[in-house]
């Protein structure tokens, strides 16, 4: 059996995304509330309650709001940093001891029948991570909230079938829009999002080793949207000789609708 994704939601408002390989279902990150996330689901007739784990990327409220409910309605193991844990556990409300799972970014573990294997990103969180998650011959690829792609990130995403993108903002709209000074230059800085431009110049690299599909994801309501974001990663990716959807299809996710299923 392939492996099977869903974008539940992905945006500043909040962001949860679903994987599963034959048996195994997890969740990466849970920042809507529970009911909202099994209501987008049942879409998909995907049943939560043989859920294998939530992996939470950071401990940012778009992030973590459905985190406690889900774990205690359905008995589910959380899996977080150290620093994450410690940050955000308050907010969560009580969860079991068993189901309070630590990994450390670059080791490896399981759940079931995926591996994933957490990457650090630069983000203003206490120990902000993405994720590469590989069934030993497929592999996706979510790389959000993150101010630059790193060396380290790129080796970690590279590869992927399909890699989940930040396409968070057009830096015009950014600097000409209403947020206050110093949120602009936090969104902007190598802590904050990744921009359109950015994202396209990522995208590029990824098509010419092997990626088949990106999925632009937690666009900005305000500094971004959809079509600007695809035109302009689209673009750049044009300008370095790829040519989306027909080197690499092209996507951009919506911020509070369940997408379709991405089959790899």
Known sequence: MSIRYISVASG????CHYIEKSKTKILVDAGLSGKKIEEH???????????????????HSDH??????????????????MKTWESMENCLGKIKP?????????????IGDIEINPFSTSHDAVDSCGFAISDGKNKLSIATD??????????????SELVILESNHDEQML???????????????????????????????LAKLGTKAVLLAHLSQENNMPVLAYQTVASIM????????????????ERSRVSDIFII
């Open 41 to 59: 689901l049942r879409q998909h007739h995907v049943d939560l309650s043989t859920l294998g784990g939530i992996m939470v990327t950071h401990e």
């Open 175 to 205: 600097k000409m829009g209403s947020y206050p000074y110093y949120l602009k230059q936090r969104v902007l800085s190598e802590f904050g999002h990744l921009s359109n431009a950015d994202a396209g110049d990522v995208a590029a690299k």
């Open 12 to 15: 500043s408002s909040g962001n």
């Open 98 to 110: 068993e189901n309070k799972r630590v990994f450390t970014p670059y080791e490896s573990f399981s």
């Open 146 to 159: 993150l101010g630059c792609v790193t060396d380290k990130v790129m080796e970690y995403i590279s590869h």
């Open 64 to 81: 973590i709001k459905g985190v406690g409910i889900i774990s205690r309605r359905y008995d589910v193991p959380v899996f977080a940093t």
């Open 238 to 253: 044009e300008e370095q000789g790829v040519y989306a959807n027909k080197d690499m299809d092209l996507m951009v996710l």
